[in-house]
């Protein structure tokens, strides 16, 4: 397996995304003293034939921890802050961001593009135990949502449906939430402890995956919420991210506090298909590229990004 | 604080299906009890053989320069030590004999073992590496590891008693080879052209030609007293700290002239291969559980080691075998290593090396290596840990550093080491500030603060008594033993006991009692001494009970006749210094102080009282009483 390296010194790794236009493009959110203090860094990389090269980077006066790419300009960005703000940016010029929205009394823990069809908005999750939607300028907030009664660790649109996303969050639910209606859909007590990460599976608009403190990623049907489809065991610390892969219906992918990254196919009774063992610290940052099949990058707080195609994806294509 | 606590649930709460491989990475995240650490290490300087500063001294006055220096330095008395290992290559026997004279010079008592080991070039490393191992298998605690060497007194040459049937056996006679040999096998077997050797020459000499010039070498070179017989064949006194193998102008002209010094179509030259060299170095090395026993610092974590054989007639590419294997018993990669100190044998097979692994050039002897600084065979070793472990320090943060080297008659050895994630005592109670700052250039900067500027490491007593006094012309108070101006701020979360634990928050300690008292304007400093006494009453303490005293140094004077009048022991008063060294912002220091107070009892990790006091201009003393309850 050849694995693509970038070191961020003294920056602790919390959230990479494959740029949705240019196919070997990832940002990367990292933060100074493991994100408990001190400065945050948005870091654009590009992958070459040799390695990865930083392409720019941004300072942050707090921690930044999560980071998406807009899904109508090539250039734009959102990231989440410690100091509660989302501040967007545009890798072609600027070196202060665009415009700094700054609603949420807590750290931003989550921010999600939305991708649908004909819908351009922003989604950002909170410690302060509130989901806010933003016009893609970040003007001011459309709406916000609560509900949940926990920190919110991860919001993220459904890929299919208009106006739709999930929350997990501290409380131990996984939340589905319609913004039209402003209200939330389904509140689903998927895990005993706290829930850090959710994601959508992108064939199929039922299917939602819940990553936990508990050590397990549990595959959930929507129509169906009594019991997971599948309950995906054998990390042994906290799930800190779940992905689905863009390329496969039923493959997804964990990244976890006991420093590995695990590809799981949830339909097989054996599903764990390969473990990553390659950080020497927890790994909190994982996206597969949406342009190149299987190639997965990844960041953990030993301040290494990388980039790979897991064997276990690479086999068969 | 908030986030620590979230991301702190996220590990405990864990309901593992499998706690052996939760035990695994819990173990790797924190640092072991048992681990090999290196508390200390000097050396002397390195000086040309037969022509350099130390062509007259003898090795055990070398050897006992740094043994001492090293204990002096940390304040460790030698009867702590379990064993003493000193490699050494040259000296009859290894040097037998001379390292227990040395001992002895040292004034290390009897009841102290000390050995040598001879593995040639790796000697030194060596030495570390059989202490780690004493300390690793439980027969020892706490031992030495040095490295010395005078090329000056003894020559190389002399092979011993060999058999006939040497001849026979190919690589047993590739083990006589002549080092030079070697090296021209290397450049021609794996194509490392004159050019590249020159360069990599060259660079050595710049590098280290730099250190030397910012004072890099400053910190870590005993300075040795010693005698020198001068060209008129008179002996003189000299104190020698500075390495004199370094040549600042050497240009990339003037080695290409060289010849070949091996064989007359080679590449290697004078210029290209190590000097010929005397020095000494030591490393105090320790259980990690032990050495904070005895309260010394813990400087680098030695993480993994390998000795490796290859071919005899090839020598050279040892560290290109062993490095890869000490790096797998680290857990870690090339990528991970932030300096490697590889041994300049020879340029050829440095170059080699460092192109086989593929490392980048500006992570190989950041401060020149064995070309510019010299190779006295048994000290360079421990030499590069010393030299290796300096420039981790001056990154000042947690790192990993290599130091390999390869050996004759075919071997390399190589030691993975980390240096110390957290020296710092005060980082756990600093919080790091982000903030703007202008610098000199009328530029505004985003800067993280959390370390304490007003800090003078390099203080001397000398240079305290040069300045003159700061407010009248016959006094005493200069701007040296006053207090520094200063900025900064400092919170204590206080409550009621009951109202605290219905939080379920941590109690980190107790107020006992406290008195604010009224003493002489003109003399306002007395107030500590006044107000302690009332403060201790009041706790229904004495001066005896109390572990710590936080006693605001306004100046030295004031704060030396509280201490003094008193009778409180001066190990007991502001153990990790004061106002004089880390600045008195007026109204912050009271609060700075309590956390200061507070994170040093907690490491002392049992039940303690610490008091905090200080006077107040316009004539008053304030005094506090604190227990801490233990962990």
């Known amino acids: 397996m050849m694995v693509k390296v970038f070191r961020s010194p003294a920056r602790h790794g919390y959230a990479v995304e494959a740029s949705p236009f240019i196919p070997n493009r990832v940002a990367c959110t990292a933060s100074q003293y493991y994100g408990i203090a001190g400065c945050g860094t948005l870091l654009i990389l590009d992958e070459t034939e040799t390695g990865i090269s930083l392409v720019r980077s941004w300072e942050w006066g707090d921690g930044l921890f999560d980071v998406t790419w807009s899904e109508a300009n090539e250039h734009v960005l959102v990231a989440g802050g410690g100091d509660g703000s989302l501040q967007l940016w545009d890798t072609a010029n600027h070196s202060a961001p665009l415009r700094v929205a700054k609603e949420h009394t807590q750290e931003v823990y989550a921010v999600d593009w939305s991708q649908t069809r004909g819908e351009n908005l922003i989604v950002s999750g909170s410690w302060d135990q509130t989901a806010k939607v933003w016009d893609p300028a970040l003007s001011q907030s459309l709406i916000t949502l609560r509900g949940h009664e926990g920190v919110i660790y991860s919001t993220i649109w459904s890929p299919h449906i208009p106006g739709c996303f999930a929350s997990a969050s501290g409380d131990g639910t996984l939340r589905i939430w319609d913004v039209k209606s402003a209200m939330c859909r389904l509140a689903i007590p998927a895990h005993k402890t706290e829930i850090l990460s959710c994601d959508w599976c992108k064939y199929d608009q039922n299917i939602v995956a819940t990553g936990s403190v508990d050590c397990s990623v549990c595959v959930w049907d929507l129509r169906n919420v009594r019991q997971p489809v599948n309950q995906l065991l054998g990390h042994t610390y906290a799930i800190r991210r779940v992905k689905f892969s863009p390329f496969s219906n039923t493959v997804l992918a964990s990244c976890s506090y006991d420093f590995t990254v695990r590809f799981w196919d949830y339909s097989r009774n054996q599903p764990l298909l390969d473990t990553v063992e390659h950080h020497s610290e927890f790994v909190c940052g994982l996206d597969f590229s949406l342009h190149i099949p299987n190639q997965v990058v990844d960041c953990s707080w030993d301040e290494m990004v990388k980039i790979y195609t897991p064997a276990c994806l690479s086999a068969g294509s | ?631």
Request: hydrophobic share 40%; aromatic share 4%.
């Open chain 2, 1 to 631: 604080m908030h986030r620590l606590k979230l991301v702190s649930g996220h590990l405990s709460s864990s309901s593992s299906p499998d706690r052996r491989t939760v035990n695994r990475a819990a173990c790797k995240a924190a640092c072991s009890l048992q681990d090999v650490v290196l508390v200390h290490c000097r050396r002397t300087a390195v000086c040309r053989a037969k022509r350099g500063s130390f062509k007259d001294t003898t090795p055990d006055e070398l050897l006992s320069a740094v043994m001492t220096a090293v204990l002096t330095d940390v304040g460790l008395s030698p009867d702590k030590l379990g064993d003493v290992c000193v490699g050494n290559v040259l000296q009859p026997g290894a040097g037998a004999l001379m390292v227990r004279v040395s001992h002895f010079l040292s004034g290390f008592p009897e009841s102290v073992p000390v050995y040598t080991v001879n593995r040639q070039c790796s000697s030194g490393l060596q030495a570390l590496l059989n202490i780690a191992g004493a300390i690793r298998s439980g027969s020892i605690d706490l031992g030495l590891a040095c490295g010395v060497e005078s090329m000056s007194l003894q020559s190389m040459g002399n092979p011993g008693d060999l058999s006939s049937r040497l001849m026979d056996v190919d690589k047993a006679r590739d083990c006589i080879i002549p080092m030079g040999i070697t090296s021209e096998n290397v450049a021609e077997r794996f194509g490392i052209s004159r050019e590249k050797q020159d360069a990599f020459a060259l660079s050595s000499q710049q590098k280290a030609a730099r250190a030397q010039n910012l004072g890099l070498f400053d910190q870590e070179i005993v300075p040795v007293t010693t005698k020198f017989v001068d060209n008129e064949d008179k002996e003189r006194q000299v104190t020698v700290a500075k390495d004199d193998g370094i040549r600042p102008g050497t240009t990339l002209a003037g080695l290409n002239k060289l010849r070949p010094a091996f064989k007359p179509d080679g590449s290697t030259t004078a210029g290209n291969s190590s000097q010929v060299s005397d020095g000494a170095a030591a490393v105090l090395v320790g259980r990690r559980s032990a050495v904070e026993a005895l309260g010394l610092p813990v400087l680098g974590v030695l993480r993994g080691s390998a000795v490796v054989g290859v071919p005899p007639d090839v020598m050279g590419i040892g560290p290109a075998v062993a490095i890869p294997a000490a790096l797998q018993q680290a857990g870690l990669t090339i990528d991970d290593i932030d300096v490697f100190e590889i041994n300049e044998a020879f340029a050829s097979q440095a170059v080699y090396c460092v192109e086989k692994l593929g490392i980048p050039m500006e992570k190989v002897n950041p401060n020149g290596g064995a070309i510019a600084l010299g190779h006295p065979l048994g000290c360079t070793g421990a030499r590069q840990v010393v030299t290796l472990f300096n420039e981790l320090r001056r990154r000042g943060r947690r790192a990993y550093g290599v130091v390999s080297m390869c050996i004759g008659t075919g071997m390399g050895a190589a030691a993975v080491a980390a240096r110390a994630q957290n020296l710092g005592l005060f980082d756990q109670e600093i919080v790091p500030v982000t903030t703007k700052f202008v610098d000199k250039e009328d530029k505004e900067r985003q800067v993280t603060v959390a370390k304490d500027d007003g800090i003078r490491p390099g203080t001397t007593l000398a240079g305290l008594n040069k300045l003159r006094p700061a407010f009248k012309p016959d006094g005493s108070t200069t701007a040296g033993n006053s207090s520094q101006v200063s900025d900064g701020a400092a919170a204590v979360l206080v409550g009621r006991r009951s109202a605290v634990e219905a939080l379920g928050l941590p109690v980190l300690g107790v107020l006992r009692g406290s008195a604010v008292v009224g003493v002489p304007p003109d003399v306002m400093g007395i107030g500590p001494a006044v107000a302690i006494p009332a403060a201790l009453q009041q706790a229904g303490l004495t001066v005896d009970d109390i572990d710590v005293f936080e006693i605001n140094e306004a100046f030295a004077s004031q704060a030396v006749y509280c201490v003094e009048k008193l009778g409180i022991p001066m190990e007991k008063v502001n153990p990790n210094g004061g106002a004089i060294a880390l600045g008195h912002p007026l109204g912050c220091t009271g609060a700075r102080q309590v956390v200061t107070l507070f994170n040093e009892l907690r490491r002392r990790g049992r039940r303690a009282y610490g008091v905090v006091s200080m006077c107040i201009g316009t004539g008053m003393g304030a005094a506090a009483v604190f227990e801490y309850p233990g962990p």
